[in-house]
């Protein structure tokens, strides 16, 4: 079965830390492009950042640039986001998104993806 699984959402405090983690299954991380999108409640997914299959490359959003950070074991077959600095406008459900079809460098809107994760809450307040 191809799946992709999020987990580490969590209650953080502003400025604070989190990594999530999107495991595959079905098809291994390393051979293609996977997405991280979030969404707040009556709005509709964002995504801001990517990892491609060529050469790692990495794409962010503007307003994400610096602050997040996308990577990827092969060895564990999970993509992994690190972010830092949250602020309670980062609060929402975050996804990962697997893209079939190549596309480089890679695209942080939605009709390009394929599969979706179930996502994971993520909540940043004092």
């Known amino acids: 079965q191809l799946q992709l699984v999020e987990s580490g959402g969590a209650l953080v405090q502003p400025g604070g830390s989190l990594r999530l983690s999107c495991a595959a299954s079905g098809f291994r991380v390393s051979d293609y492009t996977i997405a991280w999108f979030r969404q707040v409640p009556g709005k509709e997914r964002e995504g801001f950042g990517c990892?491609?299959?060529?050469?790692?490359?990495?794409e962010y959003a503007d307003s994400m640039r610096g602050r997040f950070t996308i990577s990827r074991d092969s060895a564990k077959n999970t993509v992994y986001l690190r972010m830092r600095a949250l602020e309670p406008e980062d609060t929402g459900v975050y996804y990962c998104a697997l893209a079939l079809s190549t596309h480089y460098p890679c695209a942080l809107t939605s009709p390009f993806y394929d599969a979706w994760g179930q996502g994971t809450q993520v909540t940043v307040s004092s």
């Open positions: 990892i491609s299959n060529v050469e790692d490359r990495t």
